[in-house]
């Protein structure tokens, strides 16, 4: 009878931890389209790219990753390989503010002349300054080739592609404020400020996963308890 009360404990304390573990905080992403006006050495052109955005933990802040799955802009002429060499900020809302700057490579093959650009992933660093929801959204793309300058801004108040749960490093708040970003060539992300508890939604479910362990343990010691003082009061 006492080792069926203690398994029936157990259990139940083991589907507590699991109900935690269904409620841990994820990251929600989306792909979103976004009208870009670009100025450029020949004049004004448009075009709408899907834009998707990725944050991973990395070190003391996140590896936030920007990727078009359109071209936009073109050249009169043919870009040749590393001719093109593209730039672009990610907007900060919700709980935190500012941009993160992302960069990546230079292009890896010929653009033919008149072809929509396509540009290759970008990356940078974010370190949270703040505690809350943090969204991400695309920012002014930039493209340097032969020597000049192409600048292209969303222009269709594009909705955030990432929102992120994040906790400030030590010393920071709730509410509104400013962010900070770095960007590191070659799409691989570099850390930046000081040392960062683990925020990510990877690290919150095994935050939370200690947590159902913990409470699995009560469980089994509460069981365990109860087994002692029954065989008490029957001596």
Same mark, same amino acid.
């Given at each position: 009878? %006492?080792?069926?009360?203690?398994?029936a404990l157990?259990?139940?304390?083991?589907?507590?931890? =699991? *109900?935690?573990?269904?409620?841990?905080?994820?990251?929600h992403?989306? @792909?979103?389209? @976004? +009208? %870009?006006?670009?100025?450029?050495?020949?004049?004004?052109? =448009?075009?709408? =790219?899907?834009?998707d955005?990725?944050?991973?933990?990395?070190? =003391?802040? %996140?590896?936030?990753?920007?990727?078009?799955?359109?071209?936009? &802009?073109?050249?009169?002429?043919?870009?040749? /390989?590393?001719?093109?060499?593209?730039? !672009?900020?990610?907007?900060?809302?919700? !709980?935190?503010?500012g941009t993160? *700057?992302?960069?990546?490579?230079?292009?890896?093959?010929?653009?033919?002349?008149?072809?929509?650009?396509?540009?290759?992933?970008?990356?940078g660093? %974010?370190?949270? /300054?703040?505690?809350?929801? @943090?969204?991400?959204?695309?920012? @002014?793309?930039?493209?340097?080739a032969?020597?000049?300058?192409?600048?292209?801004?969303?222009? +269709?108040?594009?909705?955030? &592609?990432?929102?992120?749960?994040?906790?400030? *490093?030590?010393?920071?708040?709730?509410?509104?404020? &400013?962010?900070?970003?770095? &960007? #590191?060539?070659?799409?691989?992300?570099?850390?930046?400020?000081?040392?960062?508890?683990?925020?990510?939604?990877?690290? #919150?479910?095994?935050?939370?996963?200690t947590?159902g362990?913990?409470?699995?343990?009560?469980?089994? !010691?509460?069981?365990?308890?109860?087994t002692?003082?029954?065989?008490?009061?029957?001596?």
């Amino acid at each position: 009878m %006492y080792s069926k009360r203690t398994a029936a404990l157990a259990s139940a304390a083991a589907l507590a931890g =699991s *109900a935690v573990l269904l409620a841990a905080p994820v990251a929600h992403a989306e @792909v979103v389209d @976004v +009208n %870009y006006q670009c100025k450029t050495p020949i004049g004004d052109k =448009s075009a709408v =790219s899907p834009i998707d955005i990725k944050g991973v933990k990395s070190g =003391s802040g %996140y590896k936030i990753t920007m990727s078009w799955q359109k071209g936009v &802009s073109s050249s009169p002429v043919e870009l040749g /390989k590393g001719a093109m060499n593209p730039s !672009a900020t990610v907007k900060l809302g919700g !709980a935190d503010s500012g941009t993160v *700057a992302v960069t990546g490579p230079a292009n890896q093959a010929a653009i033919p002349a008149n072809t929509p650009i396509k540009i290759n992933d970008l990356s940078g660093t %974010y370190t949270p /300054k703040k505690t809350g929801k @943090v969204t991400f959204t695309a920012g @002014v793309l930039t493209i340097k080739a032969l020597g000049t300058t192409t600048t292209c801004t969303p222009t +269709n108040s594009p909705k955030p &592609s990432l929102t992120l749960d994040v906790t400030a *490093a030590s010393g920071g708040s709730s509410g509104s404020g &400013s962010g900070s970003g770095s &960007s #590191s060539q070659g799409g691989s992300g570099t850390d930046s400020g000081g040392q960062l508890p683990r925020t990510g939604p990877e690290d #919150s479910a095994i935050a939370l996963g200690t947590l159902g362990g913990t409470v699995l343990l009560t469980g089994a !010691a509460g069981a365990l308890w109860l087994t002692r003082r029954n065989q008490a009061v029957r001596r």
